[in-house]
């Protein structure tokens, strides 16, 4: 048994389009692996939300706060509880992010393809989204979106940074987190040499350990050039937020399906061209005909 961890607050529009697409995933192509969804719903979640929670069709398990954790500490701390619970890895999707309907054949492929013993996490996602959908390469790069992120990894380099300390407040994590950068050096391999604290919430703590994991043990990322996932988060903690048009739910979902078929409405949405990361999934995905050839490790 294997984990499907799900953190969730108050984004219902994208959180049913990312229960949808799952969904599509799954009857497209059944994954080898037995999975229990793991959801992570924070204090104060809305009803509509909750709701989406209760009905998820799937084997589940929902762990409800009771009192506001907090981004970091939230993730984190479900983490904990996801890796304890599952044999090997936990597969990782946020509630603003679409999983592609042949998310779970590639996975599936990937596991077969490579083991722990040689990378840390397998991801689905390429910020180019470029060059041929059968390609893959050996990377050091993690994102928060619908990674697949092994136990080993998780144990060793993670665990131990799950702590009071780490997650109390921006002080401490930007502290760590420059701690790491003078202990392994301002290298090509680290990430933000010019500003070691930045992005020092979980998923850019992650995004340093791999780094960690890639220096001391020389295992990478695996990575596609081709998307899997598609990011549509118009707001949250590191956006300045926008506003879907819509009076009622449905109004507003409906509104949504539009928007996310193009970046530049995306980033209009949100307002912020602060990440480069709206993309569509490509259409080169329809033609895929399953096979992957690993091509390349990059060490940029």
């Given at each position: 048994m294997n984990v499907i961890m799900r953190p969730v607050f108050n984004r219902p529009e994208m959180f049913f389009l990312s229960l949808e697409y799952e969904k599509q995933a799954r009857e497209y192509y059944k994954f080898s692996n037995d999975l229990i969804t793991l959801f992570i719903v924070e204090f104060g979640a809305d009803l509509k939300t909750l709701e989406l929670v209760d009905t998820y069709p799937y084997p589940k398990i929902i762990v409800k706060r009771a009192e506001k954790f907090g981004l970091s500490k939230n993730i984190l701390t479900g983490f904990l509880k996801a890796f304890d619970m599952t044999d090997n890895f936990v597969i990782y999707i946020?509630?603003?992010?679409?999983?592609?309907?042949?998310?779970?054949?590639?996975?599936?492929?990937?596991?077969?393809?490579?083991?722990?013993?040689?990378?840390?996490?397998?991801?689905?996602?390429?910020?180019?989204d470029d060059r041929s959908v059968n390609e893959l390469y050996k990377g050091h790069y993690y994102t928060a979106l619908a990674p697949l992120i092994y136990k080993n990894f998780f144990n060793k380099y993670i665990k131990p940074c799950i702590t009071e300390v780490y997650y109390k407040n921006f002080m401490t994590r930007d502290k760590f987190v420059r701690a790491l950068a003078k202990k392994y050096g301002y290298s090509s391999l680290y990430k933000y040499r010019d500003n070691p604290g930045a992005h020092n919430e979980q998923a850019g703590l992650i995004n340093k350990l791999v780094d960690v994991a890639l220096i001391e043990e020389g295992k990478h990322v695996i990575m596609p050039y081709v998307n899997r996932q598609q990011h549509i988060g118009y707001f949250g903690k590191n956006r300045p937020g926008g506003k879907l048009p819509g009076k009622t739910f449905e109004q507003r979902l409906s509104n949504l399906r539009e928007i996310i078929l193009s970046a530049d409405k995306m980033y209009e949405l949100s307002a912020t061209k602060q990440y480069n990361d709206y993309l569509a999934f490509s259409p080169k995905l329809e033609e895929w005909d399953g096979t992957l050839t690993l091509k390349e490790t990059s060490n940029g």
């Amino acid at each position: 048994m294997n984990v499907i961890m799900r953190p969730v607050f108050n984004r219902p529009e994208m959180f049913f389009l990312s229960l949808e697409y799952e969904k599509q995933a799954r009857e497209y192509y059944k994954f080898s692996n037995d999975l229990i969804t793991l959801f992570i719903v924070e204090f104060g979640a809305d009803l509509k939300t909750l709701e989406l929670v209760d009905t998820y069709p799937y084997p589940k398990i929902i762990v409800k706060r009771a009192e506001k954790f907090g981004l970091s500490k939230n993730i984190l701390t479900g983490f904990l509880k996801a890796f304890d619970m599952t044999d090997n890895f936990v597969i990782y999707i946020e509630d603003d992010v679409l999983i592609h309907k042949t998310y779970f054949q590639y996975m599936d492929i990937l596991l077969r393809m490579f083991n722990d013993n040689e990378c840390t996490i397998l991801s689905p996602f390429n910020g180019d989204d470029d060059r041929s959908v059968n390609e893959l390469y050996k990377g050091h790069y993690y994102t928060a979106l619908a990674p697949l992120i092994y136990k080993n990894f998780f144990n060793k380099y993670i665990k131990p940074c799950i702590t009071e300390v780490y997650y109390k407040n921006f002080m401490t994590r930007d502290k760590f987190v420059r701690a790491l950068a003078k202990k392994y050096g301002y290298s090509s391999l680290y990430k933000y040499r010019d500003n070691p604290g930045a992005h020092n919430e979980q998923a850019g703590l992650i995004n340093k350990l791999v780094d960690v994991a890639l220096i001391e043990e020389g295992k990478h990322v695996i990575m596609p050039y081709v998307n899997r996932q598609q990011h549509i988060g118009y707001f949250g903690k590191n956006r300045p937020g926008g506003k879907l048009p819509g009076k009622t739910f449905e109004q507003r979902l409906s509104n949504l399906r539009e928007i996310i078929l193009s970046a530049d409405k995306m980033y209009e949405l949100s307002a912020t061209k602060q990440y480069n990361d709206y993309l569509a999934f490509s259409p080169k995905l329809e033609e895929w005909d399953g096979t992957l050839t690993l091509k390349e490790t990059s060490n940029g």
